[in-house]
């Protein structure tokens, strides 16, 4: 691969990526201005939480009727709408006049960010040749973690200005407005390409992003839709069990690791040892870091690795680290730097192992005819999860804590049979994954 062809298709990742950034970064941002909102329109806790949780009613639903337009219309032009959505939600949250319209701008950006989470992994699987496509759909994990710190930080800085929650959300308007004007610059998804008969266009793309035998790569992608033609466009048939129970599996054990709500709730837990009690945002922007830093080294380790492998280390290190979390719960041992040390060490193992692998691996192994569909099935998963654990995780940590830690090393424990489980799928073309994976 050229020089100048592989810096045009790290470009193209850098793009497309910069959707994991927006939805990171809307994710993360209303920590800092969630406060002000409920002193300013009184609201009572229930309604808080509601308002809070409006965002990730709308990744649901976003994650869930993405996968028609996408078909139908492009990945590209998808991820187009999507730019737009994210910048009329930041503009609209910040100019709101009431409580109404606030919860409207914050739902359709919930939109956004599911369907992110759908389209922005499936075009870069799509576009990427397979040594690199690991690493390139990784990059968009990292961007989602980079969002998240970017958020923290802004929110840290912005603190204390006049209307500073305004501020807060509306800063996301300009990265929303750059992300729709870069992806003007990028050529359509090859695959998506082929579904419409337009293959001229898809040897084109493929050539300009690198790949080594594009007569062949061609071939290999019209074999794969002849394979399945007479499947229909259906998710839910005995031929495709394989990836619909590791789309599931993955983002379950994903969830159930307990991530989100440790780091939406790390607050409260430090506040619960005593540690950083006044500085809330600086105890994010730890966290965040953490994250970030591991979460690159899982990008740089996954196409040299493989996933497998990834999925092997994380699970044992977060099964270690959440058993002695639940521990220090248990033997109240909660003071100090015992219960930091505990939970930095499971982010970093997450953030190397799930964190890295998930929206790689629900990307490749579905067939070119149900790709969207099938990243709709594993995203929306995700997310079910994440609101569920997210909405639950304060009645339980109120009992102390051991319970619910307790569950989640389990489930770390289980990941570790699911791993040994799954097929390898580094190096390999997507065709190769799906023939591999078809039960016939």
């Given at each position: 691969?050229?020089?100048?062809?592989?810096?045009?298709?790290?470009?193209?990742?850098?793009?497309?990526?910069?959707?994991?950034?927006?939805?990171?970064?809307?994710?993360?941002?209303?920590?800092?201005?969630?406060?002000?909102?409920?002193?300013?329109?009184?609201?009572?806790?229930?309604?808080?939480?509601?308002?809070?949780?409006?965002?990730?009613?709308?990744?649901?639903?976003?994650?869930?009727?993405?996968?028609?337009?996408?078909?139908?219309?492009?990945?590209?032009?998808?991820?187009?709408?999507?730019?737009?959505?994210?910048?009329?939600?930041?503009?609209?949250?910040?100019?709101?006049?009431?409580?109404y319209s606030f919860i409207f701008f914050r739902f359709i950006g919930g939109l956004a960010?599911?369907?992110?989470?759908?389209?922005?992994?499936?075009?870069?699987?799509?576009?990427?040749?397979?040594?690199?496509?690991?690493?390139?759909?990784?990059?968009?994990?990292?961007?989602?973690?980079?969002?998240?710190?970017?958020?923290?930080?802004?929110?840290?800085?912005?603190?204390?200005?006049?209307?500073?929650?305004?501020?807060?959300?509306?800063?996301?308007?300009?990265?929303?407005?750059?992300?729709?004007?870069?992806?003007?610059?990028?050529?359509?998804?090859?695959?998506?390409?082929?579904?419409?008969?337009?293959?001229?266009?898809?040897?084109?793309?493929?050539?300009?992003?690198?790949?080594?035998?594009?007569?062949?790569?061609?071939?290999?992608?019209?074999?794969?839709?002849?394979?399945?033609?007479?499947?229909?466009?259906?998710?839910?048939?005995?031929?495709?069990?394989?990836?619909?129970?590791?789309?599931?599996?993955?983002?379950?054990?994903?969830?159930?690791?307990?991530?989100?709500?440790?780091?939406?709730y790390a607050p409260r837990i430090f506040e619960m040892s005593g540690l950083f009690r006044?500085?809330?945002?600086?105890?994010?922007?730890?966290?965040?870091?953490?994250?970030?830093?591991?979460?690159?080294?899982?990008?740089?380790?996954?196409?040299?690795?493989?996933?497998?492998?990834?999925?092997?280390?994380?699970?044992?290190?977060?099964?270690?680290?959440?058993?002695?979390?639940?521990?220090?719960?248990y033997l109240e041992v909660v003071t100090g730097y015992y219960m930091l040390i505990c939970?930095?060490?499971?982010?970093?193992?997450?953030?190397?192992?799930?964190?890295?692998?998930?929206?790689?691996?629900?990307?490749?192994?579905?067939?070119?005819?149900?790709?969207?569909?099938?990243?709709?099935?594993?995203?929306?998963?995700?997310?079910?999860?994440?609101?569920?654990?997210?909405?639950?995780?304060?009645?339980?940590?109120?009992?102390?804590?051991?319970?619910?830690?307790?569950?989640?090393?389990?489930?770390?424990?289980?990941?570790?049979?699911?791993?040994?489980?799954?097929?390898?799928?580094?190096?390999?073309?997507?065709?190769?994954?799906?023939?591999?994976?078809?039960?016939?």
């Open positions: 691969m050229g020089s100048t062809v592989k810096g045009f298709m790290f470009y193209v990742a850098f793009v497309a990526s910069l959707g994991g950034l927006l939805f990171g970064f809307d994710t993360a941002v209303i920590s800092g201005a969630e406060k002000s909102i409920q002193q300013i329109y009184e609201l009572s806790d229930f309604t808080h939480g509601f308002t809070i949780a409006i965002a990730l009613i709308g990744t649901i639903v976003g994650a869930l009727v993405c996968s028609k337009p996408v078909e139908k219309y492009g990945r590209l032009k998808a991820l187009r709408v999507i730019a737009l959505i994210y910048f009329i939600s930041a503009l609209g949250s910040a100019a709101i006049v009431n409580w960010v599911g369907a992110s989470s759908v389209v922005g992994p499936m075009y870069i699987a799509e576009i990427s040749p397979s040594h690199w496509r690991g690493r390139f759909v990784a990059f968009f994990q990292f961007n989602i973690v980079l969002g998240i710190v970017i958020a923290y930080l802004s929110n840290y800085l912005i603190h204390g200005i006049p209307n500073d929650w305004r501020w807060m959300l509306g800063v996301l308007a300009i990265p929303a407005l750059i992300f729709g004007i870069l992806l003007y610059t990028v050529p359509e998804s090859p695959r998506w390409l082929m579904t419409q008969g337009r293959e001229k266009d898809a040897g084109k793309v493929l050539t300009e992003v690198g790949e080594k035998n594009v007569s062949k790569e061609l071939q290999e992608i019209k074999n794969s839709l002849i394979a399945t033609e007479g499947s229909g466009d259906k998710l839910f048939q005995r031929e495709y069990w394989k990836p619909i129970l590791y789309a599931f599996l993955i983002a379950t054990f994903n969830q159930l690791s307990g991530i989100n709500a440790i780091l939406y006044d500085s809330a945002m600086v105890q994010s922007i730890i966290i965040g870091v953490t994250n970030l830093v591991f979460t690159m080294i899982g990008m740089i380790l996954i196409d040299k690795v493989g996933r497998k492998k990834l999925l092997y280390v994380g699970s044992i290190g977060m099964t270690i680290s959440l058993a002695l979390v639940a521990r220090g719960f939970l930095m060490s499971f982010i970093a193992f997450f953030a190397i192992s799930l964190g890295a692998v998930i929206w790689v691996l629900i990307s490749e192994i579905f067939p070119n005819n149900i790709r969207s569909k099938g990243q709709v099935f594993g995203s929306t998963t995700h997310w079910v999860w994440s609101a569920l654990l997210s909405w639950m995780f304060p009645v339980f940590i109120s009992t102390g804590g051991t319970f619910i830690f307790s569950f989640f090393a389990v489930m770390m424990a289980l990941s570790f049979i699911f791993a040994w489980k799954l097929p390898e799928t580094k190096n390999k073309s997507l065709e190769q994954i799906q023939k591999e994976l078809l039960t016939k």
